[in-house]
C-alpha cells in the first residue's frame, strides 16, 4: 500500500493545480493506464515507468485486481463498480499474442479495433461512446477534438465507475446550511449532520474520519488543523499512512458538506516531472506490444466524485494516444466540523488502492 501512496501523492503534486483550487483525479485509472503500458514496454522505458509507479506491473496488477471485486453486504443498496481496460488500435497493427495474453488477466479487458487512419474523427467517437457507457455517462466526453489524428494507430485506455452507498446513511432532515470557510471567503454550504462511532485519529496536526460504505469501501476525511494550503504539500506518503494506521473506532459528531468536484488533465507533463520521459519520445520501447515504433502522443484524464447524504458516486478515465514514430455509557462525542478545505479519500479498504483522491476547498 505505501508504494501506491506514494505514487498517488508524487503525482497529486504535480498534477494537481494551486491548492486554494478544487480537483479530483483517480489514481487507480491512471495507475491502471501507466500499468497496461507498463506491461506493453521495455527497457529504459519500462523502468521509468516503474519508477514512477514504485512498483513493477505484477505488483500493481495484484494491488488493482484486489480493489476490483467488492463484496456485496455492508448497506442496504448493492455496490456498483466497473472497470474496463482496453486495448484499441488500428487494424493494420500487429498485436503481439503475447501482450494479449497478458492483457487478459487485467480486470475488465478488451482488444477493439478502430478506425484512427481512415476516420479519426469516428475513432474518437467510439473511444468517447464506450468510455461513457462504463461511467454511467459521468464522461460522456474523454477525448477532445483533435485529439485523434491520422497520425494514431492505438490507445490504451481505462474507465472506472464506482457507486456504494454508506453503511449507515444521513439523515436528510439533519442537513443544513453551516459555514464553511472558503479561499474566497466565508459562505454557508448545504452540510450533513451525523453522531455515530467512526473512525477517527488526530494526529500530526491533521484529523481523520473514515467513513463506512458498501462493499468493503471506505471514504477518508483529511481535514488539517492548519490551512491545507500550507498541510497539503507536506502531506506525504509516510505520514499518510501513519494516520491511516492511528485510526480507531470512536463516537464522532460529524458535519460534512455534501459537494461534488471534477477534474481534467494532460499527463505528460506531469508524470515527465516524475522521470517518465522515454514513453513520449522516438526512443520509447514497445517491442512487447508490436513490432512496430510507437511512442505516446498525450494522456488525458478526467475524473468526477459526488458525494451526499446516501453514498458516493464517481467516475474516471485515463486515455493513452500512440502513433508510429518512427452499550456501556459512551463518552461525549469528538465534534469534527468540516468547515475548510480538506482532502477527501476513497479507497478500497483490504488493498489500500485509492479510487479518487480529492481536494475540496469550495463545495457546491
Known amino acids: 500500500m505505501s508504494e501506491h501512496l506514494d505514487f498517488s501523492l508524487s503525482l497529486h503534486r504535480r498534477l494537481a493545480p494551486p491548492v486554494d483550487t478544487p480537483f479530483c483525479w483517480s489514481p487507480y485509472s491512471v495507475a491502471s493506464a501507466l500499468g497496461l503500458a507498463a506491461t506493453a514496454t521495455s527497457g529504459q522505458t519500462r523502468d521509468e515507468l516503474v519508477a514512477a509507479l514504485r512498483d513493477d506491473p505484477a505488483g500493481l496488477l495484484k494491488l488493482l485486481s484486489g480493489a476490483a471485486e467488492l463484496s456485496a453486504g455492508g448497506a442496504a443498496e448493492p455496490p456498483v463498480l466497473a472497470v474496463a481496460n482496453t486495448l484499441w488500435t488500428h487494424a493494420g497493427l500487429l498485436v503481439e499474442q503475447s501482450y494479449l495474453s497478458a492483457l487478459e488477466d487485467w480486470p475488465g479487458s478488451a482488444v477493439r479495433n478502430a478506425p484512427f487512419r481512415a476516420a479519426p474523427e469516428e475513432a474518437r467517437q467510439l473511444i468517447n461512446a464506450d468510455v461513457s457507457e462504463t461511467t454511467r455517462e459521468l464522461i460522456p466526453e474523454l477525448l477532445p477534438a483533435g485529439s485523434v489524428d491520422p497520425e494514431t494507430v492505438a490507445a490504451l485506455v481505462n474507465a472506472l465507475y464506482l457507486k456504494v452507498s454508506w453503511r449507515e446513511a444521513f439523515d436528510e432532515k439533519a442537513t443544513g446550511r453551516r459555514p464553511f470557510h ?58 499518510l499512512r501513519r494516520l491511516l494506521v492511528a485510526v480507531e473506532q470512536q463516537r464522532v459528531e460529524l458535519f460534512l458538506p455534501k459537494f461534488d468536484v471534477t477534474g481534467d488533465a494532460e499527463l505528460s507533463s506531469p508524470l515527465g516531472a516524475l522521470g517518465v520521459r522515454a514513453l513520449f519520445t522516438p526512443a520509447a520501447d514497445f517491442s ?74 469550495d463545495p457546491s
Not at 184 to 197: I, K, L, N, P, S
Open 288 to 361: 512487447p506490444l508490436t513490432d512496430q515504433p510507437l511512442r505516446v502522443s498525450m494522456i488525458m484524464h478526467q475524473s468526477v466524485l459526488e458525494v451526499d447524504e446516501s453514498g458516493l458516486e464517481g467516475a474516471a478515465a485515463t486515455a493513452m494516444m500512440m502513433r508510429l514514430t518512427a452499550i456501556v455509557r459512551e463518552p461525549d462525542p469528538i465534534r469534527v466540523e468540516v468547515d475548510r478545505p480538506f482532502l477527501f479519500l476513497v479507497r478500497h479498504q483490504t488493498t489500500g488502492a485509492l479510487y479518487f483522491l480529492a481536494r475540496v476547498t
Open 182 to 239: 472558503a479561499p474566497a471567503g466565508d459562505r454557508e454550504v448545504q452540510t450533513m449532520h451525523a453522531t455515530r462511532r467512526l473512525g477517527y485519529a488526530a494526529a500530526e496536526r491533521w484529523q481523520v474520519v473514515s467513513l463506512p460504505a458498501a462493499g468493503g469501501v471506505e471514504a477518508v476525511i483529511l481535514l488539517p488543523d492548519a490551512d491545507l494550503a500550507t498541510s497539503e504539500p507536506d502531506l506525504d506518503a509516510a505520514r
